[in-house]
């Protein structure tokens, strides 16, 4: 099994920074892709980033580009999302996940373990 634990959301203003993290036990994470994904009320889980198990490939939502920034850091099983220029549209729930790929997959069905989600708010 695979346990993931998001930390870091929290109030942000409009055009501010958070950076959120996720610490991942139980398997050996440097087997691991990982990607962070979003949803909020009444709406669709969508993509924003994602990372392949060495980190050296990244993958961004095309509405993210340019403003986040996915990283880890295999010797403290821990991935990060930096996201900077927050939208107020932006707010949502953010969730950890963790994928047997070797690539940077996109959808959620391609992820195998999720994290329970860190409530990010970005206030107008």
């Known amino acids: 099994q695979v346990q993931l634990v998001e930390s870091g959301g929290g109030l942000v203003q409009a055009g501010g920074s958070v950076r959120l993290s996720c610490a991942a036990s139980?398997?050996?994470?440097?087997?691991?892709?990982m990607g962070w994904f979003r949803q909020a009320p009444g709406k669709e889980r969508e993509f924003v980033a994602a990372?392949?198990?060495?980190?050296?490939?990244?993958d961004y939502a095309d509405s993210v580009k340019g403003r986040f920034t996915i990283s880890r850091d295999n010797a403290r099983n821990t991935v990060y999302l930096q996201m900077n220029s927050l939208k107020p549209e932006e707010t949502a729930l953010y969730y950890c996940?963790?994928?047997?790929?070797?690539?940077?997959?996109?959808?959620?069905?391609?992820?195998?373990?999720w994290g329970q989600g860190t409530q990010v708010t970005v206030s107008s």
């Open positions: 996940a963790a994928a047997l790929s070797s690539r940077t997959p996109q959808t959620a069905a391609s992820y195998d373990y």
């Open positions: 139980g398997r050996t994470f440097r087997n691991l892709a």
């Open positions: 990372i392949n198990w060495s980190g050296g490939n990244t």
